[in-house]
């Protein structure tokens, strides 16, 4: 394998893929005009930049001509149902359409950053792969049934021969998360907007391990396997938990029961634009999304980092871009008349 195409180069588990990727490979990153692949570019990443988009199927086979494997880590995390389209436009269809040209380029090998809700919560103890698939109650949230719909295709096209490979990884945390998608709870927390906490529970994970879970996929899985990387099974309150003495911060002084919370974060979706907890994502948080990955780990021979470092490097981001934050909206106010 020589050559490499990469979705998703200027996110936030993509940029660190083509970061950790071999030297030896050729790496070509799919973008549109106006992507920010400086990220790429301040870490001395060599690759070729190839215009096109995942909506367009004609630049797809154009960039792929003599690609032998793929990394599909582009995708669009939100919460908001009135970007619905736009999440089933990012997660779905732009995946639709890169299965399609894989197939039709006869790529060798073609890894997909899968979700993890897609698969579903643990009812009792870990999600495994033999018990996984139990999202239903959930399907009405446009990116879970983005994601899920998705999860359909991928198995469609693996029985049509598609070499597909996916990673579910647990949510990402780590350095150079520039949308904060996934640490958007913590950073209210940090603003003290977030008093209390939701039962149910999530699986953490650096973005580095992500990452490097995808390439070794690349290089060394299986054709057809299907490998979940959770990193930390925790509760919201175990998180919190191990963030309060690390932020100097209280913890949110109260777990609220999962009707409570969905009840308000629907209220403040009416108040604040953006509320600090959408409503679907109250419903998701009732659960506990948590994966036995041991199986997916050993046969990738993914090593997670501690926490502690994870969540360290985390706070310290998000404590630096509320201060960029807060300078950007100083030099913004209109001038004091007299």
Known sequence: MNTILLTGGSGFIGHWVARLLPPHLTLRILARPYSDLSLLDRANVRYERVTGDLLDPTSLLAALEGVEGVIHAAGYISFDRRRATQIRLANLEATLNLFRACGAQRVSRVVYTASIFALGHAKQGLVTRESAFNAG?????????????????????????????????????????????????????????????????????????????????????????????????????????????????????LTVPAPLAELGAGLLERLIDPPPLYRDMARLMRYRWWYDGQSSEAALGIHYRPLEETLRVTLAELRDAATADKQKEATQKPPLTE
Request: net charge negative; aromatic share 8%.
């Open 137 to 253: 109650a959930l399907l009405d949230i446009p990116y879970v049934q983005a994601k899920r719909e998705a999860e359909l295709a991928a198995r469609d096209w693996m029985e049509q021969g598609l070499p597909l490979v996916r990673v579910y990884p647990g949510l990402c945390l780590g350095p150079e998360d520039r949308t904060r998608s996934s640490s958007s709870t913590i950073g209210e927390w940090l603003r003290g907007r977030l008093p209390v906490l939701v039962e149910g529970g999530i699986c953490y994970l650096d973005v580095r391990d992500a990452a490097a879970a995808h390439v070794a996929a690349l290089l060394q899985g299986e054709v057809g396997a299907q490998y979940l990387i959770p990193g930390y099974n925790l509760t919201h309150y175990q998180l919190f938990e191990q963030l309060a003495p690390l932020a100097g911060k209280q913890l949110p002084w």
